[in-house]
């Protein structure tokens, strides 16, 4: 690379790479040349150290072939406001974005892209020169692997319910001191069943850990269900295909990407963002959950994808944004779940869609699944107040809880400033979490990573 440097992206297309619209704009106010003690490029990666609030700059690199970024600051999105600004200054042509040698950081982290890189060639090339493997073995080999995990499954659900029911014999008001470390290792040993759901549906339950009376009952409810979808294990094959996959979902059993691809059922539309939401899991692992609106089908979709240790996504989504292309949903009574095939640029919306659902169709979808953990709602007209410690949001159907921090609801009640909005989130049949709002003139709030 010479000089003067070759401009390969044009600020659009970074701009285009956003996770969301609060990342564009952190990012521009950092794509500035003295806000970075070093910056280098060569024709396959891009580097450079911005100073952030502690002593130790921020270490950001960017693969060009690849468009993939990796930063040291603590951000959990992808790329993140450094990663954008990076590739500002590179795409503006930073005349310091010259051919150096790299530093030992970025050379490393490199060196591993390869590394992988081949390793995974080899492993391509490895199976295209392999025979073929018999398809009778291969199935065979497959149901016996699912036999053994099923029948580990309704041992670990068999506990559980015997476990609930326990608690409820003693009663919830009576609960000992020891009652969260006793859930805690039947967490543990549902993990091992290999029934993560149970798990995570048992965490849900324990709550803050509060023992007064709304807390008491919403531990008992939430076990209520908890110990339905035990007792459901032993009946699996009495149900449906589609109570199956709920059945399925609900317990933490994977389908695959491809067989969703192969066999879900496949819709054609212009799909809208509607919002998104990043959870923190246990074991460095990044939760994205991505909502979509079909602007023709009217139907609403789910993109739930997993991050680990840093790893970036396949495909970025702008809140706001219309693709037009085909979703595969997974197979369920209500099905949200669905896997993203081939799909178009995208174009910005100037407005949210003209959708409002009611309190009654999300009771419904609860109804035909009780273990759906999330249902999309999009409310037009909609007044948000705060009382000083709780959220909430009154609709022509009556007054919901948010979920809301007291920073993120103080943000929501200044951007709506007393007039009506419309708000989008997920419903989890107590309250909504916010995800995006947008006022009268277009402007929109989006909620901030968790």
Known sequence: MSTDMEVRLTREQVLALAPDASSSKAAGGLATDGKWGLLGADADALWGECQGSGAKPYQTQVDLLALVSRCSCPSRKFPCKHGLALLMLYADGNPRCVSQPRPAWVEEWMQGRRDRAARKEAAADSAATAPPPDPQVQAAATAKREQARWTRMQAGAAELQRWIADQFRQGLANLGAGFEQDARRMMARMVDAQAPGLASQLEQALGDGGRGVADLAELGERLGLLQLLTQAVPRF??????????????LGWPVEREVVLREGEALHDRWYVQGQHLLEQAGNLLERRVWLLG???????????????????EQHWRTGHVYAGSLHFHAGTVPLRAVAGEMGPAAESSSAPPQ????????LGHANNPWLGQIPMHLREVHVTHDGRHGWLQHAEGTLALQVGPAQGWALLAFAGGHPLCVMGEWDGQSLLPLSAWNAQGDRWERSAA
């Open 356 to 363: 409002d659902d009611t309190l009654d169709t999300a009771a």
């Open 295 to 313: 602007l023709d089908s009217g139907r609403a979709a789910l993109l739930q994808d997993y991050s680990h240790s840093g790893r970036g996504w």
């Open 237 to 250: 094959d009495a149900f449906g295909v589609a109570r199956q996959a709920d059945l399925r979902a609900a």
